[in-house]
């Protein structure tokens, strides 16, 4: 039994860290905010059940994710922690229970203060004597990304302070419905790629590497909190954002002082029932105890504050009818159907298509065209179907709908490998989807970003035929695209401009933008450490690509298969591109692999992976053949076990600690 529950850990950790990444660091998510809540819930219950289990690493401890390499770093002086989660009526009267146990004992009086919870991106903004002097993403929580530069631009970001003060102050960008739409009808005019929500639009428009992109997004910006106050001489938070208010920082005035718990389930049921009129998306409300004396009282967790708790909405849903099951082919031939719906209003848009994801999802709802249905949208998501409205079905036409045998867009014999769900288009070569996908991925923003260059006239161009592999769009020239309806001189020239400045590139970029089929982003840097170049690329055997961390035969084939397949292209492309240099490392660990497991008492886990780095080595997540020592910690688990059992070399910590010196 404890066997498989430290699987079932270890699986819901990864797929939680997988989640962080997406949310905080790409600002793509995949699935919605309470499937993430459910995992972590679920994690939760597991550690607190079976604490020798848990760890100091584990994501239910951490805040965020990573700040991104492409941005310099900002230390917070006190960390941007989140928000403790509820769910339930139940879940807000154990909150205060826990309060109560620390304020009673005062026999002070006390009260909530309620705030809406925006769907947005935290910020820090850093004011010396009334000037902003910095600016800052949450990052992990105690390392945020430098976005000064880019918040200069938002225009209701006061440069100067009403009063010579300093203070760092702590809110939210977030960007108005009314904006989004307007911002995804100018991109869908030029043929960009539309932003999925409002959500994705501000976190993406504040991340731009080019400030002026920020300029021209119409960002807003409400603050809640602060870091070090400094000297803002405020006693609780009614009072902090009255003082905001007074400096000509933003604040937002839909907020609501409470002095019991019914009033705040009041507060919070009005705000439910008016959140679709709401000029901006918010998906829950903040309640936060008032004084900031008992907030000291209380404290802080490694990763949320005992004052406060979010109490959650409950995602958007609506009922609608089926009107037909559609089948897409990707960039790797997978067949994927999608639902079109009668188009109904859920969660602020208007929504007519949902991911059914592949046919056993189908099967399992017992789907059929004609349907009616229950839709689910988070906000941060594509809609999904949630459910079948069974007994709707009295007297209506309905159809079964079957995955079809041969590729909806070349014809090809589809695959169904024996223990795989889903079906495959074996022909990537000559597939017109399969060759139309991965040019839009090789242009989209984690690959080679050509900004401006998106699907719809990638699609435009491939129709015309002026783009059929990845060099071909350095071939392109303002006079080739003008002939195309809505195509101007000044967009044709900045396109064109955009496509020529990324000849120059990274090869971990390079190698993810190929689109290889199991090859994500992390595992192209991995890959690019080891092949250094494009030409080692073309030239790495299997046994070498087996020894990288996370690549295994699947892998490892498809690689060799796409390598073969795009042999000729990959060839043009190291002409055509400036690759920048993978940097050698160097050191007395070199070629050593090396896997940390337990908890050690001198280190975090990540200095000891910078400590390896730094002197050569490698760090690895699991024990592999390829593996060189374990180190392992206190509570070492499985993995430990595993190199015993391999013959492995193993070191503790004194040993770890002695090598390094």
């Not at 718990?261 to 705000?271: D, H, I, P, Q």
């Not at 208007?350 to 065209?369: G, P, Q, Y």
């Not at 046994?543 to 498809?558: C, H, M, Y």
Request: charged share 30%; aromatic share 6%.
């Amino acid at each position: 039994m404890k066997r498989s529950i430290e699987k079932r850990i270890k699986e819901l950790k990864s797929q939680i860290e997988r989640h962080n990444r997406l949310y905080h660091e790409k600002d793509a998510p995949k699935i919605s905010d309470s499937e993430y809540d459910n995992l972590v819930l679920e994690l939760k219950k597991w550690e607190a059940e079976y604490p020798e289990l848990a760890s100091s690493t584990s994501p239910t401890k951490k805040v965020g994710g990573k700040a991104r390499a492409d941005f310099d770093k900002i230390t917070h002086s006190v960390p941007m922690l989140s928000l403790d989660n509820a769910f339930e009526k139940e879940d807000v009267l154990s909150f205060e229970t826990r309060a109560l146990r620390v304020i009673e004992k005062t026999q002070a009086p006390w009260s909530y203060f309620c705030e809406f919870k925006m769907d947005g991106l935290a910020i820090e903004l850093v004011y010396h004597k009334g000037q902003l002097t910095k600016a800052s993403t949450r990052g992990d929580g105690t390392v945020g990304e430098d976005i000064t530069e880019n918040v200069r631009r938002i225009a209701c970001i006061p440069q100067t302070l009403q009063s010579p003060l300093s203070a760092e102050v702590r809110g939210e960008v977030f960007m108005k419905i009314s904006d989004f739409q307007a911002l995804n009808r100018s991109r869908e005019k030029e043929g960009d790629t539309l932003f999925v929500n409002p959500r994705n639009a501000a976190a993406g428009s504040l991340r731009q590497l080019d400030p002026e992109i920020t300029a021209q997004r119409p960002l807003s910006f409400f603050a809640y909190g602060t870091g070090l106050p400094l000297d803002i001489n405020v006693k609780s938070q009614a009072d902090l954002l009255r003082k905001f208010q007074s400096l000509g920082i933003p604040t937002n005035p839909d907020t609501r002082l409470c002095s019991s718990t019914e009033e705040v389930l009041k507060f919070y049921a009005e705000t439910k029932a008016r959140r679709e009129k709401l000029p901006y998306e918010i998906d829950g409300v903040v309640i936060k105890v008032n004084e900031f004396t008992f907030q000291d009282l209380l404290g802080t967790t490694s990763n949320h504050p005992r004052w406060a708790v979010a109490y959650k909405f409950d995602a958007p849903r609506a009922t609608t009818t089926l009107k037909d099951i559609e089948v897409q082919v990707g960039r790797t031939g997978i067949l994927t159907p999608v639902a079109v719906l009668e188009p109904v209003f859920c969660g602020g848009v208007t929504v007519s298509s949902a991911t059914l994801h592949n046919e056993e999802e189908i099967a399992r709802l017992d789907l059929k065209i004609g349907d009616e249905v229950e839709i689910i949208r988070s906000g941060d998501v594509i809609p999904k179907v949630l459910s079948v409205r069974k007994e709707a079905r009295k007297n209506k036409q309905l159809k079964t709908f079957e995955m079809p045998s041969h590729c909806p867009s070349c014809g090809a014999k589809v695959v169904l490998e024996q223990g795989l769900v889903g079906r495959w288009c074996p022909k990537s070569t000559k597939c017109p989807a399969q060759i139309e996908g991965r040019l839009i991925h090789f242009a989209s923003k984690d690959a080679l970003n050509m900004e401006g260059v998106g699907p719809q006239w990638i699609s435009r161009f491939y129709d015309d035929g002026l783009l059929k592999l990845p060099s071909d769009f350095f071939a392109l020239t303002p006079e080739k695209i003008l002939k195309f309806e809505r195509m101007g001189e000044v967009l044709a020239k900045k396109m064109i401009q955009s496509i020529q400045a990324r000849r120059q590139t990274t090869l971990a970029r390079l190698i993810y933008g190929l689109g290889i089929p199991n090859v994500g982003e992390t595992l192209a840097q991995k890959i690019a450490k080891q092949v250094l170049n494009l030409e080692g690329l073309l030239r790495v055997s299997q046994d070498k690509l087996l020894q990288i961390e996370d690549v295994g035969e699947i892998v490892a084939d498809s690689i060799i298969q796409f390598r073969n397949d795009f042999d000729s292209e990959i060839k043009k492309l190291s002409e055509i591109l400036q690759i920048q240099a993978v940097k050698t490392k160097s050191g007395p660990w070199l070629g050593k692999n090396f896997v940390l497991t337990g908890s050690l008492s001198g280190f975090t886990r990540s200095e000891a992976q910078r400590l390896i780095e730094e002197r050569g080595g490698s760090s690895q997540s699991s024990v592999t053949k390829t593996t060189t020592v374990v180190i392992a910690g206190a509570e070492a688990g499985s993995k430990l076990k595993k190199a015993q059992d391999l013959g492995i070399e193993i070191w503790d910590e004194a040993r770890f600690i002695k090598e390094l010196s």
